[in-house]
């Protein structure tokens, strides 16, 4: 995989790709990273990569034309004139199609990406039109960078690619199967008088697992109900996972009827303490 990223500010980036396990990557060839500094295409005198919108309204607008230069240095062509080794473009904006792991293992099987970093108030439309496939936003959320939402999706997508992580740590990470990740836990056993549960010390594989499934749908429930929908719409359960569902939205449910029983239960006695 290649990251072209055209940035204002490309030394942002470039400490990113130096450090932690990205680059291990970069030293094993498993990925290629270049930033262009947009200033570099500007012709005037001033590098001038900013003007007034027309029509008017606050802050500055990134220039076309020497985004548009920037654009073409990284290898990407005009989408009237797409060739196949043109890179994916894409723009970094809070208006754009929300960022999600489903995109993020499309893109991960991408040869090549360019990352457009907006700045002030983003970039002239006609750049888009233009030469950008995708508007993505990380979420809903205004950024003065649009270097920190492009590390995002590169985060996101690198480690996705083969050999960069060892593929057993991605099978039951947040996201996978419509789920999120159950509870971790290391040493020491007891840490401020919390112990490590006691399943995961049984050395029980088959009741470790089952504990597992159940955290992560407990956990999936609690705070992110919407990828529990999503996972029934699309038949992303197995048997057990449903049936651990069902149980749980029970459980749920006779936890809600027994606080409303306890809140009317302490209303009664307080009517009744007023009365005496």
Known sequence: MKYTVLSLFPE???TYFASSLMAKAVKADL???QALNIRDYALDKHHTCDDAPYGGGAGMLMLAEPLARTIEASGA????????????VIYLSPSGKPFNQAMARELAGERELTLICGRYEGIDQRIIDSYVDDEISVGDYVLSSGEVAALIVIDATYRLLEQVISPDSLTEESFSGSL???PQYTRPEIYDTMRVPEVLLSGHHEKIRQWQLQKRVEKTLALRSDLIRFGEEHHLFDAETSKLIDQERRNEAARGNDGRDRQERDGREDERNEHD
């Open 77 to 88: 062509s005009k989408k009237t004139a797409k060739n196949p080794n043109s890179p994916r």
């Open 180 to 182: 999120l990740e159950y």
């Open 12 to 14: 942002i980036c470039n």
């Open 31 to 33: 990925v290629e990273y």
